[in-house]
């Protein structure tokens, strides 16, 4: 932690749905907050470093408590800059103290007590999302191989609902698919912001796979 124990976060496509809702959510806690960003910044945070999550160095990361990289891809030319900017961040921060979190895909979460099948793996799972799901996947995987990285790979839920409302409650979980009392595996951008900006302030999983889903 900064000296002054303020957490000195930055977030990584930060003007993205996500992104965004994390700035917002530290900033809202007293966070020392930069926003990184390929465009202006538009969101809350008190500093700005304008670049592209593939060029960033060492030099520019190293003075924070932690990164969270909230790089996102939707189609087929974009999808690859998921794992693409994990693995830069990754071997950017090995060896440090700065801490990467990841916003993580549902798809790699496991259904089944003995984690040989994932939610991306079952007969139900969209075709529309395997293309998303694969890539977060690799990410992950990669995430595995590093140990001199302080990593942690935040899962949501499977219906990960941008316009859902924020609660201000969630249910940590870990590897498997879980769902809530409802039985609904379901967390809105905004709620998944909160568990991100709680797993950056309290620092319980490095090196872990956690999932969030809603109350």
């Known amino acids: 932690m900064s000296q002054n124990n303020t957490k000195k976060i930055a977030v990584v496509a930060a003007n993205g749905r996500v992104g965004s809702l ?30 592209d999550a593939l060029a960033l160095t060492r030099e ?25 900017a994990v693995e830069h961040l990754a071997k950017v921060l ?7 979190l990841v916003v993580g895909g549902a798809g790699s979460l496991f259904v ?8 991306a793996q079952t007969p139900d799972f969209p075709d529309a999302f395997k293309g998303v799901a694969s890539e977060a996947q690799r990410s992950l995987d ?11 790979y935040v899962s949501p839920a499977a ?7 924020r609660t201000g409650e969630y249910t940590l979980a870990g590897e498997e698919l ?10 809105s951008y905004a709620d998944y ?7 950056v302030e309290s620092g319980n999983h490095i090196r872990e796979r956690i999932s969030v889903v809603s109350k």
């Open 22 to 51: 994390v700035v917002a959510e530290a900033v809202r806690r007293g966070f020392d907050v930069t926003a990184i960003a390929r465009s202006d910044n538009r969101t809350q945070a008190q500093h700005f470093l304008q670049g």
């Open 60 to 84: 520019q990361l190293e003075g924070f408590d932690a990164v969270v990289d909230a790089v996102g891809g939707w189609t087929e030319e974009t999808l690859h800059l998921v794992p693409d």
């Open 94 to 100: 090995a060896g440090t103290n700065v801490r990467l």
């Open 112 to 119: 089944n007590p003995e984690h040989t099948m994932t939610l």
């Open 142 to 152: 990669f995430l595995r191989t590093c140990d001199d990285v302080r990593w942690t």
């Open 159 to 165: 219906d990960f609902q941008a316009e859902g409302e």
């Open 178 to 187: 879980t769902p809530n009392e409802k039985g609904e595996s379901v967390i």
């Open 193 to 199: 912001a909160i568990a991100m900006v709680d797993e």
